[in-house]
T-cell receptor, first 109, second 121 residues
Framework: GQQLNQSPQSMFIQEGEDVSMNCTSS?????WLWYKQDPGEGPVLLIA?????ELTSNGRLTAQFGITRKDSFLNISASIPSDVGIYFC?????????FGAGTRLTVKP | NAGVMQNPRHLVRRRGQEARLRCSPM?????VYWYRQLPEEGLKFMVY????????ESGMPKERFSAEFPKEGPSILRIQQVVRGDSAAYFC???????????????????FGAGSRLTVL
């Protein structure tokens, strides 16, 4: 019930392409977060979502909190080589924070 | 304001030795989380602590692993009698206490350290 299903597991795209990934759960949550992990580093917060239906942008990144509060997606437009990394969704219920398995993004120049 | 500090960044141990990983949370953060990341895998929750209290250790292996967050000093993740399967990156994250009145706030997110990479020979 508390497991997050993140997809796709990995993506290989050409520079300039748009990317879309999503996260679903069978439970309702108050907060959805998207993190990016560069190789050899810790995850860094990209976008935080707090309301059902909320759509938030951060540069070329756009994320939405699903209306049912059980899912979220992250879009990256016009990908560049430095977008390479692992993207994690995370959900928070109170102090409990859990992460999806990650989407590994490879961008070919 | 320094971020979450983890040390050592890299640790090599032989089978049977002990590994101690340290995490100093951000200033003002009272909550510490530990996650383990195996090669090519995601972040697996291990334990969540407040000062002097373990709140949730449901992700921690029952044997050989322990965590503490003393009143003074960093949080410590301790692995006794390490085995090859313990080789992984261990990430610490911290946050201030969750408060419902700041639910729509950047205060309710985790800030991660750079990780400690344990290699067991």
């Amino acid at each position: 019930g508390q497991q997050l299903n993140q997809s796709p597991q990995s993506m290989f795209i050409q520079e300039g392409e748009d990317v879309s990934m999503n996260c679903t759960s069978s439970s309702i949550f108050n907060t959805w977060l998207w993190y990016k992990q560069d190789p050899g580093e810790g995850p860094v917060l990209l976008i935080a979502l707090y309301k059902a239906g909320e759509l938030t942008s951060n540069g070329r990144l756009t994320a939405q909190f699903g209306i049912t509060r059980k899912d979220s997606f992250l879009n990256i437009s016009a990908s560049i080589p430095s977008d390479v990394g692992i993207y994690f969704c995370a959900r928070r219920r109170g102090d409990d924070m859990r992460f999806g398995a990650g989407t590994r993004l490879t961008v070919k120049p | 304001n320094a971020g979450v500090m983890q040390n050592p960044r890299h640790l090599v141990r032989r089978r049977g030795q002990e590994a101690r990983l340290r995490c100093s949370p951000m200033k003002g953060h009272s909550h510490v989380y530990w996650y383990r990341q195996l090669p090519e895998e995601g972040l697996k929750f291990m334990v969540y602590l407040q000062k002097e209290n373990i709140i949730d250790e449901s992700g921690m292996p029952k044997e050989r692993f322990s965590a503490e967050f003393p009143k003074e000093g960093p949080s410590i993740l301790r692995i006794q009698q390490v085995v090859r399967g313990d080789s992984a990156a261990y990430f610490c994250a911290s946050s201030p206490p969750f408060r419902f009145q700041t639910i729509n706030s950047g205060a309710n997110v985790l800030t991660f350290g750079a990780g400690s990479r344990l290699t067991v020979l």
